[in-house]
């Protein structure tokens, strides 16, 4: 919208007032902040100065423990590797319990004998006093 | 400042400008004298620096404390990332971090603000800001200057606050910083025709409260 040269003569004598009006009122603000608030500035800029100081040693220390924690997780592995790839244990606990009579190392030749256990027994305690099918006698 | 009669002559001429032009030329009246030399140091410059860059996050936050975290992690940024820079290009560096913090700010107040009416537990007061921080009014030397300067330093800080938010950085930071043209852009991340336009605008919503900064 177009606007005659004296509202605009107008309109920058006003905008002259307001920010030169504005310019101080900031730069006397600026003087006069309040004590705490320049105090916790100070302070603010000392510990800015103060961590650009301590990067270097958290740079130099970086590698260092990232190496450490790689050869850690490696040592880790290499221990517990052998137990975890190690499958007869838990298969001699499976066939265990299968019969609970039944002794852990028990294997599939003797599986007969042992489900047969009571026949064997009576069979032992049978005088030897037989007849050999031969004729002969022991 | 005085006038002088150039200006008054140069009211002719300036007849037929756009607004931008009238905003731009009424700032460089204001504008003379405040280039600031270089600092020697970053620990110098931040010195130099934080107290008005404190004040303006406060204006544009309505927050002192908010204020302080904004300066400081500015202050933390500029020295972590770029105080091997040469010194001359730390102002525009600083203020333009310090812009982006306080925009992160702002926003994430405004999502807040926004949960908070939605649960209804939000203080919808809008003449409940706090006045500045300042010295007690007994300590200057001039205490009745000093309540008048506070007084007009809120009614100042509630009107740009309601600018939207580029206009109140270009204000910001090309009247009350005195940054020129080109920095204001390289600092707000536009062209020098958009800070134009920005500040021209503000000033349009600025120039009806002028008589309540007196």
């Not at chain 1, 221990?79 to 499976?94: C, D, R, S």
């Not at chain 2, 500040?199 to 002028?210: H, I, M, N």
Request: with cysteine; aromatic share 6%; hydrophobic share 40%.
């Amino acid at each position: 919208m177009k606007t005659s040269p004296d509202n605009q003569a107008r309109d920058r004598n006003i905008d002259y007032g307001l920010m030169q009006h504005a310019r101080a009122l900031h730069d006397y603000a600026c003087e006069h902040i309040d004590a705490g608030t320049r105090t916790k500035l100070a302070v603010a800029r000392r510990e800015a100065l103060a961590a650009k100081e301590r990067r270097p040693h958290r740079m130099i220390w970086l590698p260092a423990t990232g190496a450490a924690a790689a050869c850690a997780l490696v040592i880790g592995l290499a221990l517990f590797k052998p137990q975890a790839e190690n499958p007869a244990a838990p298969q001699t606990q499976a066939v265990s319990t299968g019969d609970a009579e039944l002794p852990l190392n028990a294997d599939t030749q003797q599986f007969d004998l042992y489900q047969n256990l009571d026949f064997y027994q009576w069979l032992a305690q049978q005088p030897q006093t037989h007849a050999n099918p031969r004729g002969g006698r022991q | 400042m005085q006038r002088t009669g150039d200006d008054v002559d140069g009211l002719g001429r300036l007849a037929g400008a756009a607004e931008v032009s009238l905003a731009e030329t009424a700032l460089a009246e204001v504008a003379l004298g405040t280039v600031r030399p270089a600092a020697r140091s970053i620990e110098a410059f931040l010195a130099s620096v934080e107290r008005r860059a404190w004040r303006v996050a406060e204006i544009a936050l309505n927050d002192a404390d908010e204020a302080l975290d904004a300066v400081q992690d500015a202050m933390f940024r500029l020295v972590r990332h770029y105080s091997a820079k040469p010194a001359e290009e730390w102002p525009l560096l600083f203020w333009g971090i310090l812009r982006r913090r306080i925009t992160d700010l702002q926003r994430r107040r405004t999502v807040r603000n926004r949960i908070l009416v939605w649960t209804g537990r939000a203080r919808l007061d809008e003449d409940g800001d706090q006045l500045p921080a300042w010295d007690a009014p007994d300590s200057g030397p001039d205490p009745a200057r000093a309540y008048l300067s506070k007084q007009a330093l809120a009614a100042m800080s509630r009107a740009v606050r309601k600018l939207p938010r580029r206009q109140q950085q270009a204000f910001l930071l090309r009247v009350l910083e005195g940054l020129d043209v080109a920095g204001t852009a390289h600092v707000m991340g536009c062209s020098e025709g958009s800070v134009k336009t920005h500040l021209s605008r503000a000033l349009d919503a600025l120039r009806g409260q002028l008589e309540a900064w007196r």
